[in-house]
């Protein structure tokens, strides 16, 4: 499972030291005219090496477009790209190789696989998720023309510089806001617009938690507390309390309506109810720590070490681009069969 999507699919290659990593995107509507520029600044956003918390890899990340495009235009056939990797230092990972690192994926990917590749954790590294900036950001520009953006922010970092200095890691929270999405998108029971979101935040590297609108607090409340009243937004909160509801004369008059609150972070029953969609998603520390661990190697031997090379000290500043992204991945491709 390397593509992503129904309608709008992205399908991505490449591993963290190979010659490449790269995607495929099939079902970009044709005639789009591409911001190259706005492309590249969304993949600085991810960039590594601009802090002293961030892995120090220096990659230019130059983007190669292979297929799809006749003078920036989209031609409505599949796009493809590729960036090189250029500054990969396998040889970091040589004393590694036959070692599980704890809270990795080696020890997965090996018992699924047979095989694993240990250059920088291969397909599980987060250096795969450049070409998910790359059609984000396409997907962005097809939803800026209908109104429609994607904003998140972080809103709680664990102190990463202290722990750069310990030789340690810590994680944080991303929040989410999608605005003027209409009311209407994702199926009604295996399509849901919340799972879609899920599926799409849990493929992140790091990934341990999800929530939409209030979430695990909504366990807390009453349903007096957690219902979102509906009212018309001509109309305001002056009819909100009455104790009928005169039936509606004709679909004119149902156009305006929207919640007093946002519980529900603008999913109800799967589906966009015309509100901002708001979630938030939960980042586990980068498990590669300079601090001494206990593991075991491939023969079962219990050993001892110590991460060195080019790593995160958190994936939050870098992960914020990425959460963006998909969620317009996700957007795109549900107004799509919306459509």
Known sequence: MNTFGHLFRLTTFGESHGAAIGGIIDGCPSNLK???DFIDSELLRRKTAQSSTSS???EPDQIEWLSGLLDGVTLGT???FMVRNEDAKSADYEALKDVYRPSHADFTYEQKYGIRDWRGGGRASARTTLPIVVAG???KQILKGKGIQVAAKVTFMGDAEQARKEGDTVGGIVECRIVGVPAGLGEPMFGKFSAELAHAMFSLPAVKGFEIGDGFAL?????????DTF???DAGLKDAGRETCPESRSLKSRVNITTVTNH???IQGGITNGNDVVFRVAFKPIPSIAKPQQTVNRAGETCTIAIEGRHDVCALPRAVVLVETLAALVTVDMEMMWR
Request: hydrophobic share 45%; charged share 20%.
């Open 78 to 80: 599949p796009i493809a």
């Open 231 to 233: 009212i018309n937004k």
């Open 34 to 36: 591409l911001d190259f």
């Open 219 to 227: 366990a807390m409340m009453k349903g007096s507390e957690a219902n």
């Open 137 to 139: 950001a396409i997907a």
């Open 56 to 58: 120090q890899r220096k």
């Open 264 to 266: 529900s972070g603008g």
